[in-house]
């Protein structure tokens, strides 16, 4: 059964800031793996998509990386801004069963 | 193009009652998937639907609990006999096909009393 955790649990910034967020997974066996932010009270918003062939991908500020025979993932914000402050929730796509698993999430504040 | 919409936004009902919740996924996308998000928990996966059916309902936590999708569009999620421990959000989202990014909807918050 996959199981994804996110370290650590929670973060705080200030701004312009580089950091990183780290996901986990058990179970290497995947299609791929995907980010999202949430916002309070709101829903998720997808961030990136990293397929299992893939080692990274790059949006604006944000970098995602995948190695999947060691089960990580990490996220990468550069520059980090007061607008960055979400949770960050990566979900796994495993080979053997047909749903996304989500990590507990990290919480981040940038501080202006 | 419009995303994913769900409705209603908020729903309170009192112990006992039905309630049915609506999901409207991004059109042309075949792959439909419930969620449930309780206060300060992780996300729960509920049910997968490919299409018309659903091939994982494993999440799905009691009976009281079902889901359906017609025309390979909109579905319903149905919790009957509500109890105080369904209150949560509940969250739909939408991918072109089941290896694909999925896009989420803003979730109905429901509030059994």
């Known amino acids: 059964k996959q199981e994804v955790t996110q370290i650590p649990a929670a973060l705080s910034v200030p701004e312009g800031e580089n950091l990183v967020l780290n996901c986990s997974f058990t179970?290497?066996?995947?299609?791929?793996l995907q980010w999202f932010r949430q916002d309070p009270g709101k829903g998720l918003t997808s961030l990136l998509l990293?397929?299992?062939?893939?080692r990274e991908q790059t949006s604006g500020r944000l970098n995602a990386s995948l190695d999947k025979s060691s089960g990580r993932s990490t996220l990468y914000i550069a520059a980090s801004q007061p607008g960055d402050s979400a949770t960050y929730l990566c979900?796994?796509?495993?080979?053997?069963?047909?749903?996304?698993?989500f990590g507990p999430g990290t919480r981040l504040s940038v501080l202006p | 193009g419009a995303g994913v919409s769900q409705s209603p936004s908020n729903k309170v009902t009192e112990k006992g009652k039905d309630v049915e919740l609506r999901c409207d996924p991004i059109s042309g996308h075949t792959a439909l998937y419930w969620y449930r998000q309780s206060l300060g928990q992780g996300l729960e996966f509920l049910i997968y639907f490919q299409g018309n059916s659903a091939p994982d309902k494993s999440g799905l936590p009691s009976d009281r609990f079902s889901a359906e999708r017609t025309g390979g569009s909109v579905s319903t999620l149905t919790i009957q006999r509500t109890q105080q421990e369904d209150s949560a959000v509940y969250l739909c989202a939408s991918s072109p096909g089941q290896y694909n990014e999925q896009f989420f909807g803003p979730g109905t918050r429901l509030t059994v009393l």
């Open positions: 990293i397929q299992s062939s893939q």
């Open positions: 979900a796994v796509k495993s080979i053997s069963g047909q749903n996304f698993v």
């Open positions: 179970d290497s066996a995947i299609y791929n």
